[in-house]
């Protein structure tokens, strides 16, 4: 298991997209079961597709690293049920207790699942943007996830983080020194990466995708985006990247989909704004060479005008 786990951290390509698999997982709530991917991390790769009852909210990465002194899970999933059924999946692996949960942006899918976690009386800790969002969109977050969850919804509540910081929050576990840090501005408010200089291994959250097109939002800025990877993403050098979205690989192939993506687009929507071209045409820019990912039909063109209204104005 952990022989073909590395092979999809060094081999590019190899994991297989699964837009099109409903559940991989039928025996938990769980949309998959959790791999540990080099010693010590475990994650719960979710759904390259948009929420459904079927992968009950669970389309990102469920992350936890077995420290010797305790777990740390990276974040709290998207409701109570996920949240309970990746514990039980935990307390497979080990005795050891949950300690910390860290919660990579204000999303949903990174945050509903956190009042189980409170319950169990696990700290959670997040950065003080993403705590804003998440006290501001509470309720939201909570109608948008029952609404494909429906019975699945049952017990989430939305909680507020023990503790929120500015640029870093590191703690050291057993053979583990875990920094949850700010980068600077990149998918959403408050996105962090947990980074693990001695395995270098990087938890990048929203950051970083692949195997699935990356969403842009009202609040993406994609030129800030790309100036924090350049200044600070690439700079970790990770040997390893567990993605926000998608299988764990290398750096080069989430730069690939994530920053050559955003620069491809951004190039095509300055060469439309060049050209005289309108908000309605730039729905209709060339992104073809992404089109095998999954998402493109959902949000490619959404991205297109999400980008030419922030270009039409830089």
Same mark, same amino acid.
């Given at each position: 298991?952990?022989?073909?786990?590395?092979?999809?951290?060094?081999?590019?390509?190899?994991?297989?997209?699964?837009?099109?698999?409903?559940?991989?997982?039928?025996?938990?709530?769980?949309?998959?079961?959790?791999?540990?991917?080099?010693?010590?991390?475990?994650?719960?790769?979710?759904?390259?597709?948009?929420?459904?009852?079927?992968?009950?909210?669970?389309?990102?990465?469920?992350?936890?690293?077995?420290?010797?002194?305790?777990?740390?899970?990276?974040?709290?999933?998207?409701?109570?049920?996920?949240?309970?059924?990746?514990?039980?999946?935990?307390?497979?692996?080990?005795?050891?207790?949950?300690?910390?949960?860290? $919660?990579?942006?204000?999303?949903?899918? #990174?945050?509903? &699942?956190? /009042?189980?976690?409170?319950?169990? =009386?696990? +700290?959670? @800790?997040?950065?003080?943007?993403?705590?804003?969002?998440?006290?501001? $969109?509470?309720?939201?977050?909570?109608? #948008?996830?029952? &609404?494909? /969850?429906?019975?699945?919804?049952? =017990?989430? +509540?939305? @909680?507020?983080?023990?503790?929120?910081?500015?640029?870093?929050?590191?703690?050291?576990?057993?053979?583990?020194?875990?920094?949850?840090?700010?980068?600077?501005?990149?998918?959403?408010?408050?996105?962090? @990466?947990?980074?693990?200089?001695?395995?270098?291994?990087?938890?990048?959250?929203?950051?970083?995708?692949?195997?699935?097109?990356?969403?842009?939002?009202?609040?993406?800025?994609?030129?800030?985006?790309?100036?924090?990877?350049?200044?600070?993403?690439?700079?970790?050098?990770?040997?390893?990247?567990?993605?926000?979205?998608?299988?764990?690989?290398?750096?080069?192939?989430?730069?690939?989909?994530?920053?050559?993506?955003?620069?491809?687009?951004?190039?095509?929507?300055?060469?439309?704004?060049?050209?005289?071209?309108?908000?309605?045409?730039?729905?209709?820019?060339?992104?073809?060479?992404?089109?095998?990912?999954?998402?493109?039909?959902?949000?490619?063109?959404?991205?297109?005008?999400?980008?030419?209204?922030?270009?039409?104005?830089?």
């Amino acid at each position: 298991m952990r022989l073909i786990a590395l092979l999809f951290c060094l081999i590019p390509g190899l994991a297989l997209a699964s837009e099109d698999i409903a559940d991989q997982y039928p025996g938990s709530p769980l949309y998959s079961k959790p791999v540990e991917f080099i010693p010590g991390v475990w994650s719960a790769i979710g759904a390259t597709a948009p929420p459904t009852y079927e992968n009950s909210g669970h389309n990102n990465n469920l992350s936890f690293i077995v420290t010797g002194e305790g777990v740390v899970v990276v974040n709290g999933g998207a409701a109570y049920i996920l949240a309970k059924a990746l514990h039980e999946e935990i307390k497979k692996v080990t005795d050891q207790p949950v300690v910390l949960v860290l $919660n990579e942006n204000g999303q949903g899918h #990174a945050v509903l &699942g956190d /009042n189980y976690w409170r319950e169990q =009386g696990v +700290k959670i @800790v997040m950065h003080e943007e993403a705590a804003a969002e998440v006290a501001e $969109n509470s309720d939201q977050l909570i109608v #948008a996830m029952r &609404g494909y /969850n429906k019975d699945k919804a049952e =017990g989430t +509540k939305v @909680v507020a983080p023990d503790e929120t910081f500015s640029d870093e929050y590191i703690v050291e576990l057993g053979g583990f020194r875990i920094e949850a840090r700010h980068l600077g501005p990149a998918h959403s408010p408050g996105d962090i @990466v947990v980074w693990l200089p001695k395995q270098s291994l990087v938890i990048s959250g929203d950051m970083a995708f692949h195997e699935r097109m990356l969403p842009i939002f009202e609040d993406t800025h994609t030129k800030e985006w790309l100036e924090t990877w350049d200044s600070a993403f690439e700079a970790l050098e990770a040997r390893y990247v567990i993605p926000g979205h998608g299988h764990p690989t290398n750096m080069d192939q989430v730069r690939r989909y994530t920053k050559d993506y955003l620069v491809y687009l951004r190039g095509k929507i300055r060469e439309h704004i060049d050209s005289g071209g309108d908000l309605a045409g730039a729905y209709y820019v060339d992104q073809s060479p992404y089109a095998h990912l999954d998402t493109f039909e959902e949000l490619a063109t959404k991205n297109a005008g999400r980008v030419f209204e922030q270009m039409e104005w830089e």
